[in-house]
């Protein structure tokens, strides 16, 4: 079942933040095919997505698709579902407009945040540098 309506709204002026895991992944994806490409910056915390364009350097405008889906960052596939850290908890982001049509049973919300939670704090918190 696709739910995503493919706006392409959560690639343009993305900030998705990513792990080492993510990065490793992606550079041996790009590496098997022989090709560089330079997809992430580090913005003093985190390492992120960079733009091009004003959209993700993998999103394909005309085609609204992401050039890896597959291998996709793990925090595009939680997405619309988010971690606020300053309120320690799961939120849906209001920038997708489609946002309530995810997760919109309540245990399905609760089983996707553990799993959100679990990435954020082994993957992602873990490895930003002071
Ligand atoms: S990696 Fe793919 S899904 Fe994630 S922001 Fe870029 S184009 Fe969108």
Known sequence: MKICQS??????HTEMILSSDDVQRILDYFS???QNIDFFEFDGRFYRLKN??????FYIPNEKKCLIYPIRPMGCRFYPMIFDQSR??????????????????????????LSLRK????????QTRS
């Open 7 to 12: 706006c392409g709204i959560c690639c343009t």
């Open 119 to 126: 990435w954020i704090f082994s993957h992602i918190l873990n």
């Open 52 to 57: 091009i364009d004003d959209h993700c350097v």
């Open 88 to 113: 320690n908890k799961c939120i849906l982001d209001d920038e997708c407009p489609h946002n309530r049509i995810f997760y919109s049973n309540p245990s399905r919300f609760k089983a996707i945040c």
């Open 32 to 34: 098997k095919k022989s």
